[in-house]
C-alpha cells in the first residue's frame, strides 16, 4: 500500500464523502484558508467514489425530464480546484493513528496520513428482508436511479402499447411506491405527471389503464409539511387517482408479485422503494462513536463525541438540534449544507486556535413539488398548497443548487419546460450499450456457421 506524501508541517483535512456536507464543506475551506492553500501550507483531500455530488432534491424532476441529469450533479474537481479529489471508498479507518485506507475504483488500495478528520459519508437506502425486494426494487437515491427509473417507467408503457395480452398490460401500467416521505411521493407524483403526458401519443394505453400505488406504514404521509398538509397531500394524490394506502407495509414481492398487509395481491412491473435511509457503512467500521442506529455521536459543535480533530455533520451523524431539547437534526438538505459552514468554520478556527461555534438552526419548514406546477409547502408556520406552493419549491432549490453555472443551466431547463413539450422517450438501451454489437456478432458467427 502507498502512503500518499504530504508537504512537511502541512496539516492535512480529510474528508469521507463528497455529498451536500462533504462538497460544501470543502468548497467553504477553500474560500477560509485560499492564502494557506496557495501556500501549501495546508492540503485537503476529499474522498468518494463517485466524481460528482448530487443535488438530491431535484431527483424527482430528472427523473420526469424537466431537469437534464447532468444539471442535477456538480462535478467535484471543477468545484473544488484546490482539493484533491479521489474516487474511492474509505474501507479502514483509524483516527487515534490519523490513517485511513482508501481503495480507489481501480488499482491497490492506500494508506492517507492526515490530521484532521471530516466524517461526511451521508446515507443509504434503508432495505428490509421482503422476499422479492432485493431482485426487484430500485431505490432513490441517485442520478442513475433517478433516470433508470424514468426510461424503465416508459419501457412499460411501450410494452403495454405493444401487446394485447391484458396480463402483460396489467403488470406493466402497475406502479409500487414504497414509503411516504419526500423521496417517494415526490418521486411519484413528477413520475404519475410525466405518464399522464406520455400517454397522450400512445394509441392503446390510457391515463384510465394505469395504476399507482403509494404504501407508507405511518398512519400520514409527507410528516415533514405537517399532519394537515399532508392530509392535503393525500387527498390531492388519491383524485389524480393514484392509490394512497396507509397503515400498510409491504410483506413481499416475489416473481414481482406484490403483497401487502391490508391483503391486496397483484402483479406490479415497478416497486420503488424509498422506505427510509440509514447511515452509510463505514460509520460503523470506522470505530469512531455511534449510537444505536449506527450514526456518529455528534456535538453541538460538529467534532465527535470524545474525539480531538474530527468532525461530522449530515446523514452520517446525529448532531444536537439545540432548538429542540433531546432531539436531533432531520438529515436533510436544509440542515446539511448549514452544518457544513459552521464545520469549515470550526475547522478553520481549530486551525488558529480559537474557541468553536455551535450549530444553531430552527427548523424552517419544507417545500414539495408534486408535479408540474403542484405543490405543497409549510415555511415558518405559513401552510401553502398548489401552484403558489410549486413556485416556492422551485425558487427555494434553486438558491440552493451549488454554482451559479448550476444556477443557470437549472433556469434554463425548466424556462424550455414551460415553453415545449416534455420528452417522453425511453433511452433504456443506454444501460445495455453492447446488446446490439453482441447481437450483430451472434448474427454474423450465425452466417459464417451456415
Known amino acids: 500500500m502507498a502512503r500518499r506524501a504530504q508537504p512537511p508541517g502541512a496539516p492535512h483535512i480529510l474528508i469521507v464523502g463528497g455529498g451536500y456536507v462533504g462538497m460544501y464543506t470543502a468548497l467553504r475551506l477553500e474560500k477560509k484558508l485560499r492564502r494557506e492553500l496557495k501556500r501549501g501550507e495546508v492540503t485537503i483531500t476529499v474522498v468518494d467514489p463517485q466524481s460528482y455530488m448530487t443535488y438530491q432534491p431535484f431527483l424527482p424532476e430528472a427523473a420526469a425530464g424537466n431537469l437534464s441529469p447532468r444539471h442535477v450533479v456538480a462535478p467535484l474537481r471543477r468545484v473544488l480546484p484546490r482539493c484533491t479529489v479521489l474516487n474511492a471508498r474509505v474501507t479502514e479507518l483509524n483516527h487515534e493513528e490519523r490513517w485511513a485506507i482508501v481503495q480507489p475504483i481501480a488499482g491497490p488500495p492506500e494508506r492517507i496520513c492526515y490530521d484532521y478528520l471530516v466524517m461526511a459519508a451521508g446515507s443509504v437506502s434503508r432495505t428490509l428482508p421482503i422476499p422479492g425486494l432485493a431482485e ?3 431505490g432513490f437515491k441517485t442520478i442513475g436511479e433517478a433516470i433508470h427509473l ?6 412499460q408503457l411501450d410494452i403495454a402499447e405493444s401487446t394485447k395480452d391484458e396480463e402483460i398490460r396489467r403488470k406493466a401500467l402497475t406502479f409500487v411506491f414504497v414509503g411516504g416521505g419526500f423521496a417517494g411521493v415526490e418521486a411519484l407524483a413528477e413520475l404519475e405527471d410525466m405518464a399522464r403526458s406520455a400517454v397522450k401519443y400512445y394509441r392503446n394505453v390510457g391515463v384510465e389503464d394505469m395504476r399507482w400505488v403509494l404504501v407508507e406504514a405511518a398512519d400520514r404521509i409527507l410528516p415533514e409539511v405537517g399532519p394537515d398538509m399532508g392530509k392535503w397531500t393525500a387527498e390531492q394524490l388519491r383524485g389524480r387517482g393514484i392509490d394512497v394506502k396507509m397503515n400498510t407495509y409491504l410483506k413481499s414481492a416475489e416473481n ?5 398487509s391490508d391483503g391486496s395481491r397483484f402483479p406490479a412491473g415497478t416497486l420503488v422503494w424509498t422506505a427510509g435511509v440509514k447511515s452509510a457503512p463505514i460509520a460503523r467500521k470506522s470505530g469512531l462513536p455511534v449510537d444505536e442506529r449506527g450514526r456518529i455521536k455528534a456535538t453541538e459543535y460538529l467534532t465527535i463525541e470524545g474525539v ?13 438540534d439545540l432548538t429542540r431539547e433531546g432531539e436531533f437534526c432531520a438529515p436533510n438538505a436544509q440542515h446539511a449544507v448549514r452544518q457544513a459552514k459552521v464545520l469549515a468554520d470550526n475547522i478553520v478556527r481549530s486551525l488558529r486556535g480559537k474557541t468553536l461555534k455551535p450549530y444553531v438552526h430552527s427548523y424552517a419548514g419544507s417545500v414539495a413539488g408534486l408535479g408540474l406546477y403542484k405543490g405543497v409547502a409549510h415555511v415558518y408556520g405559513i401552510k401553502v398548497k398548489g401552484l403558489p406552493a410549486w413556485f416556492l419549491h422551485r425558487t427555494y432549490h434553486m438558491s440552493r443548487v451549488p454554482t451559479f453555472n448550476r444556477k443557470v443551466k437549472v433556469l434554463a431547463d425548466w424556462t424550455l419546460a414551460l415553453i415545449f413539450k416534455r420528452e417522453t422517450v425511453s433511452l433504456g438501451s443506454i444501460e445495455r450499450p453492447r446488446a446490439e454489437f453482441e447481437l450483430a456478432s451472434k448474427d454474423e458467427i450465425g452466417v459464417k456457421a451456415a
Open 136 to 138: 426487484h426494487g430500485i
Open 256 to 260: 414481482q408479485i406484490i403483497e401487502l
Open 308 to 320: 480531538v480533530r474530527a468532525f461530522t455533520a449530515g446523514d452520517n451523524a446525529a448532531v444536537p
Open 150 to 155: 424514468r426510461n424503465h417507467v416508459l419501457a
